[in-house]
C-alpha cells in the first residue's frame, strides 16, 4: 500500500451502471464483498451478493443519543456516515472459539481445528474506518516488544487483514457525530486503502492504492476522468471537512486531561453514564477481550472462547481484593483518558478516529468532544504544544 502523498496511480471514472459488475468481479476473484446495507432502519456491514442490497438513497440524521434513517438522494449509494459496525467484527470477531479439548477415556485430547479466514473485499468503507484498522493493526499485528508471539486471535486478525482488500468511499457528507477532520483521518482517505472512490451521482472518481488495487482497477470498465469530474470530486470532500458534525480541539490534549485527573466534570458525566459499554462495543477501535470456558452438555468437548470485553463492566478491572475501578467516574474517565491520551504512550498514536459512534449510539448521549471541551474550558489555559500529531502524519 502506498503512503500519503505518494500516489503512483492515476485517477480514473467509473460509471456507476458497471457498479454491478464490479461486485460481480470481486464474487469471482474468491471475496466475499461486505458492504453497507439497510439492516431494520439502520445501516449496517454485511455481506452482499449483488449492489442493489446496497443502502443507496438513504441517509441518516445522528446526534448524541440519536440515531434515524430518511429517505435520500436515489442516485446515491453512499450517502449514510458510519452506521454502528465497523470493519472490526470482521477481523476480530465478537465471539470466537480459541481452542476445544474432547474428553475421551478420562483424559482430554486437543480438538484444534484451525478456523478458516475469510477472504474479505470490504466495500465502502469509510476513511475514519481505514484508520481504525490501522490503529487495530498496531494492537493485533504490532511486532512490539520485539519477538512477541502472537496469540491465535491475533493471528487470525493478522491472516484476514492479510487476505482483505479495503475499498474506501470518502466522504461527502459527514454524520452529525463526526469529527474524523479533527483527529486527521478523513474525510478523504490519503493511504492505506486498496480503492478509494469519491461518489458523483453518475460515477465514481477512483483511486488505487496498491497493486491489487490497481489490478481492480484494469478489469473494471473505468475510464480517464475529465477535469470538471475531478474538480467536482475534490470540491465535495473539501466541502465535508468544513461541515463536520463536531469538532474537538487536540492541542496539548494529552497533557490537559493528565492535568485534570480530579476535575469535578468527571462526577457530572458520571451522574449521567450507565455503564452500559455501548460505547467500547460501536468503537472500531476498542479491542478488550475476555475468555470463557463452557462444556457440552453431555461433557463430551471443553471449548475456550474469547469475547469482547468492555472497561466499563464492574469486573473488568476485577483482581485478588475486588474491581480497582468501582465507580462509574472512574470507568469514564479511563476510557476517555485512554482513547485520547495514553493510547499514544501505548501505541503511538490516538486511540480515536473522530467517527462519532460512541455518541450516536450512547443511551444517554454523552459526548466525548463536549466532555474535553468542558475540561478545557474551565481549565487554566497552557501553552499547548501540538503534541498530536495528525493520523495521517503518523509514519507507520
Ligand atoms: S472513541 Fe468514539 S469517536 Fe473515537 S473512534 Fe471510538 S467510537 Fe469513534
Ligand atoms: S458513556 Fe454512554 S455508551 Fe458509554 S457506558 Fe456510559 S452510558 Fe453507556
Redesign the pocket.
Known sequence: MIKAGTNPYPRKFFPKVALAAMIETLKSQGYTVIAPTLCRDVVKLRPITGSDEIARGVRDVQDGGHYRLEQGDEALFFDCAVGPDSAKAYFFPARQELFALDIERGRFVPHQSRVQTPKLALFGLRPCDLAAIRVQDRVFAGTEPAGRKQCEAELYYSRARAESLLIVVNCTRPGGTCFCDSMGSGPKAVEGFDVAMTELRSGFVMEAGSETGMSLLRDLPVRDPSPAELELADLKTDLASKHMGRTLDTRGIVELLDSNIEHPRWDKVAAR???????TMVCPTCFCSTVSDSSDLAVKRATRTRHWESC?THRFSYTTTGPHRHTIRGR?RHWMRHKLGTWWEQFGTSGCVGCGR?IT????G?DLTEETAAIRDSSPKVEHEANFPLESEVTK
Open positions: 453514564c450507565l455503564s452500559c459499554g455501548n460505547c466499563f469514564y460512541c449510539w450512547c443511551p444517554v454523552i
